[in-house]
């Protein structure tokens, strides 16, 4: 590495796992992908890994390498996949069955698909209950299970050969709930594992196995996982990072795109009505109304957080903000997100906007996958560990530190994550002030 680096960062030298709880349409999506892209049969669209540039230094002297070219990333082509799932179905019948992508796409395919097999699942009922499968772990305590899945982590190393790891939580939106006296410290969290406290969740489980064996962690969904003070500390005291939560991929990726826009201007906003309808497992697990609370929690804290209403009440102290999600199986994947915007402007005078986004679930999260396994694996080997907050761009309720409210503009969000690759490497840090060229 050059000298001037601010931190040292060891190559990216051998494979890397991916471990993914949970092997439906966004994981499958993902491995099928990755695949893909190997044979020249698509483009990692969607991905700044792959595809963005960086600018370095001033306008001026033309310097914008890929990010890829930038920092020591590994290799797509080095990555392993593995993963747990209540399902027994290989990931080419699962991929087959979520009907993300093109059959004739999986067919070419198929092979490498058909070699991943799922691990038993830790799952529980009362965490998700309208999903019922026979692929599961038993076990006389929660610790066992942890101990279980350390185990399988270990084989799948060994079965695989890989140098290093990160885990990416794909599963299903467990049911909402709070921390819990069990989670505020790694003493008291190990004790609950031993005792089967049922305040610990599935996703959980497998953080902890993946913090106790140094692997870094992504939470992709809604779950109260690694944001608690016991998992905090286990992700320090092991020196591994970790980010979460919620992939940021449809309407709430609108809002962080049109929001801090409307405030920029100073427009301001009377209410924000959205709905969604989507027909894949995740749209049949969110029926309930358990899962769909950790789902409005997220989405339901990005206005308030990028238009700060306790600065300017009279724009946005009194915001309507309600979001549905209806379970509709013919739309299968393809979600489709409504948005009715109700914004007033010069004198108060009121305006709307509409939003009828036709998205592909999955195709939007599995980019986000790749990002996060990247980013997670090229921050361990340069040794920063806890929160990555410079990973919110991924999230739709990014963990941060305790005494702080979380960065929700999607632009402030880039900013932070390509300065903190320029800060890896020694460059100056970008501030778009510009004066320099006018001196």
């Known amino acids: 590495m050059a000298t001037k680096d601010n931190v040292r960062i060891a190559p990216a030298e051998g494979k890397l796992g991916v471990l993914l709880p949970g092997m439906g349409a966004v994981s499958t999506t993902f491995i099928a992908g990755v695949e893909a892209v190997k044979r020249g049969l698509g483009a990692p669209i969607g991905s700044l890994t792959q595809l963005a540039t960086i600018r370095l230094g001033k306008r001026t002297e033309g310097r914008t390498p890929r990010i890829k070219d930038f920092v020591p990333l590994a290799n797509p082509s080095d990555l392993e996949f593995g993963g747990w799932d209540i399902y027994e179905d290989n990931a080419y019948e699962a991929a087959r069955k979520a009907a993300v992508l093109d059959p004739a796409l999986l067919e070419k395919i198929r092979e490498p698909l058909e070699k991943i097999h799922p691990m038993d699942a830790v799952f529980e009922q009362d965490y998700v209950r309208r999903l019922h499968g026979p692929n599961v772990k038993e076990a006389q305590s929660k610790m066992e299970k942890a101990e279980m899945l350390i185990d399988d982590i270990r084989q799948f190393k060994a079965r695989t050969g890989v140098s290093r790891m990160v ?45 106790k064996l140094g692997i870094p962690h992504a939470n992709g969904a809604p779950n109260l996982t690694t944001d608690t003070p016991a998992l905090r500390e286990l992700a320090r005291e092991r020196n591994v990072p970790i980010c979460g939560k919620d992939f940021k991929t449809g309407q709430t990726f609108m809002k962080t795109l049109i929001a801090p826009g409307l405030k920029a201007r100073m427009l301001g906003l009377s209410g924000w009505y959205s709905t969604n309808i989507l027909g894949n497992r995740d749209g049949e697990v969110l029926d309930d109304p358990g899962s769909f609370k950790s789902k409005e929690e997220t ?57 009828n986004f036709l998205c592909r679930d999955s195709i939007l999260a599995a980019p986000i996958v790749l990002d996060l396994v990247l980013f997670l694996d090229l921050a361990h080997r340069a040794g920063m560990r806890g929160i990555q907050e410079w990973l919110s761009f991924y999230f739709k309720a990014p963990m941060h530190a305790p005494n702080l409210y979380p960065e929700h503009d999607i632009f402030i969000q880039l900013m932070k994550l390509k300065n903190t690759l320029r800060w890896m490497r020694g460059e100056d840090l970008i501030t778009h002030l510009g004066l320099e060229y006018y001196d």
């Open 167 to 211: 885990m990416v939580w794909c599963g299903s939106t467990e049911v909402f709930h709070r921390p819990a006296d069990v989670h505020q410290s790694l003493k008291a969290f190990e004790a609950g594992l031993q005792k089967n406290d049922p305040r610990i969740a599935p996703s959980q489980i497998y953080a902890y196995a993946a913090l």
């Open 299 to 355: 989405k339901l804290s990005v206005l308030g957080q990028i238009l700060q209403p306790d600065l300017y009440p009279d724009l946005y102290g009194n915001v309507f903000h309600s979001v549905r999600i209806n379970y509709y199986p013919p739309r299968g994947d393809s979600k489709e997100g409504w948005d009715n915007i109700d914004i007033f402007g010069w004198l108060g005078y009121p305006m709307q906007i509409k939003i």
